[in-house]
């Protein structure tokens, strides 16, 4: 199976015919290397959690799959690290990375979310990717690690080069955006050292545990890590849940009508509509049995939380959006030593996004038909390429047709 073939069009589909067929599935990876995918809810949770399977480059075979070609300046992250490199570093980022300064985001990302909704004014159309999803958790993430106003535009243009190049895009392009990020982190820390600011990325250089410290690669890539996944992750989340909300009206009316339960439905949006299609590739360190299936050491396994999310044997009628469901278990955010650090961000900005646009607009409805909703081209991201909406504050009920 090429694994391109029907996943980026209707990946629940794909993923429905593989997990009735086989619990391990022989494929071709996105550059034409073979690969072996697991789409079972049991199996992927496993796998996510198995030592066996290393994250670490090194452990793979000639002609496998690797993902992005990084220097070595932006690949010391911890996507990339197994323990114990991956546990002192997340041991160092955790001192910095706290539940504390994730709550004290809460007002500034309110703020930020209401800023960008006054600038729509009181009834119109939009994109809501470009107004609202995409500016809103770049600028916390930017905050968050004291990225100056002046690089936040260039650096959405340089993931969007990496995760879901338009198509037409020059191979270079993708080369061009990893040197050009390379010399905006150089120039960032020189700028955080020479002169320390109230910032995620000020408290990384500092932070020491038993006289041990990040190299300068491994802060790079942090801070690369962080930006990258901040940003990227959390826009496809707060589009694809209004995606959801919008094609899904009764939920909509819902939760309009109990505003209290957003942090329940934050769950319910990633278990439905995750923001990845697949886990980062992993690497087995010895032959490994998955499902029933001998897998060599050292080839590529992709694991989806996506398909294990849809599983029925773990998530009843998993193809209906169900704000009030048990989604606990879920494997959105990851499983294991690699579950996400930034998770209570994410959480928080989503549910303070969708808690804004509701509250400001109690009219919201697609601009398009819902055929003509576009995805971005990539399977790294599970996320739309644009949201035309139609807005007002004119309410609307349940069952009436909007404007």
Known sequence: MDLADGLLDHPYDVYRRLRDSAPVHRITGPDGTPAWLVTRYDDVRAALADPRLSLDKRHASAGTYKGFSLPPALDANLLTMDPPDHTRIRRLVGRAFTPRRTERLRTPIRRTADQLLDALGESGDTDLVAAYAAPLP????????????????????????????????????????????????????????????????????????????????????????????????????????????????????????????????????????????????????????????????????????????????????????????????????????????????????????????????PRLDLGVAEDEVRWRPSLRARGLAALPVTYGKTPVAYGEKSF
């Open 138 to 361: 770049i600028t916390v993430i930017c905050d968050l690690l004291g990225v100056p106003d002046r690089h936040r535009r260039d650096f959405r243009e340089w993931t969007d080069t990496l995760v879901a190049p338009a198509p037409g895009t020059p191979p270079e392009a993708g080369r061009n955006a990893v040197v050009a990020m390379l010399g905006f982190f150089t120039r960032l820390l020189a700028d955080k050292r020479e002169e320390p600011g109230d910032d995620l990325l000020s408290d990384l250089i500092a932070v020491r545990d038993e006289g041990d410290r990040l190299s300068e690669d491994e802060l790079m890539s942090l801070a690369f890590l962080i930006l990258f996944a901040g940003y990227e992750n959390t826009v496809q989340l707060i589009g694809n849940a209004v995606l959801a909300l919008l094609r899904h009206p009764e939920q909509l009316a819902a939760l309009r009508a109990d505003p209290a339960q957003l942090p329940a439905a934050v769950e319910e949006f990633l278990r439905y509509e995750g923001p990845a299609l697949l886990a980062i590739r992993r690497f087995p360190v010895e032959d490994i049995t998955i499902g029933g299936v001998t897998v060599p050491a050292g080839e590529t396994v992709w694991v989806s939380a996506s398909a294990a999310n849809r599983d029925p044997d773990r998530f009843p009628d998993p193809d209906r959006l169900d704000l009030a469901r048990d989604t606990s278990g879920h494997l959105a955010l990851g499983q294991g030593i690699h579950y996400c650090l930034g998770a209570p961000l994410a959480r928080a900005e989503t549910e303070i996004a969708l808690a804004a646009l509701l509250e400001r607009f």
